[in-house]
């Protein structure tokens, strides 16, 4: 009888992932229109919200994160302190599930194709306060990520920034490499965002030749999937670090509570 059940559960899920996929996308694009539409902060921030933890719940993913951790961001929010937020990055659904969990925060994002097709311009990525990342124009993008940081007002959106490349980790067990220095380059104070999947299920391999198309379809492919999100300790520089010494802490400081999380 359990076999039964088990048989009939997974051919649901596989028969309704057309209908979910349908209507994650008609979300999304319903949820921009709407989005480029409003001028209201507030009322910005509840079309995010709750266009995302719809897009959450569609896609079966079960987003767990502690009320003393979720409280921690909000006051660092109301604060004024002036920070970035760190992540480690493998899936192509990172960017959404932050966003149906943190409020005010915008993420310094690669410009992808597909947003063409969702007519996610300029205008949606302003509002949701993300930084679009141009290839040949990275130092504009640091320069840009300094200004924010140093005009950043009380409730100002934090700006979140991965700096692995989105693959799968050298070392199964940890998270990504940090290849990337841009978001250590100004030696900021940083707030690491560490995610952790139940299993390496949803990773996009492009390394291993994996297609887009795959990799989007198979976050429909599983069920009350569990994530967890960690708030770490907020990270300070040291001045007599280069920025490379800095990348390599916070990476060692973030694979160690990263190893930590329970799943």
């Known amino acids: 009888m359990k076999k039964l059940y088990s048989l009939l559960k997974t051919f649901l899920i596989y028969s309704s992932t057309p209908l979910r996929i349908f209507l994650v996308l008609l979300l999304i694009i319903i949820g921009i229109i709407i989005l480029k539409k409003t001028n ?72 992808r194709k597909e947003f063409d097709y969702i007519s996610f311009n300029k205008k949606a990525i302003n509002k949701m306060g993300c930084i679009p990342l141009i290839n040949n124009k990275k130092n504009g993008v640091t320069n840009i990520i300094k200004n924010k940081l140093n005009n950043r007002k009380i409730g100002d959106p ?63 492919l599983v069920e009350n999937y569990k994530i967890k999100i960690k708030v770490g300790d907020m990270i300070y520089p040291n001045d007599n670090e280069s920025i490379e010494e800095y990348k390599n802490r916070v990476y060692k400081l973030m694979n160690e509570q990263y190893k930590e999380i329970k799943i």
Request: net charge positive; proline share 5%.
């Open 40 to 111: 209201n902060e507030s009322n910005i921030i509840t079309i995010i919200n709750i266009t995302f933890k719809l897009i959450m719940f569609l896609m079966s993913l079960k987003i767990i994160i502690s009320n003393e951790d979720y409280v921690k961001y909000m006051n660092y929010l109301y604060s004024e302190n002036k920070f970035i937020c760190i992540f480690n990055h493998t899936t192509l659904i990172d960017g959404p599930l932050l966003f149906s969990v943190f409020p005010r925060m915008g993420i310094v994002l690669s410009n």
């Open 158 to 220: 934090i700006i979140f920034i991965a700096p692995c490349t989105g693959l799968p980790p050298d070392n199964p067990g940890n998270i990504s490499n940090f290849k990337k220095n841009g978001a250590f380059v100004n030696k900021s104070k940083i707030l690491p965002i560490i995610i952790k999947y139940e299993d390496d299920t949803l990773n996009y391999n492009f390394n291993y030749k994996e297609s887009i198309i795959n990799a989007y379809i198979k976050l429909f």
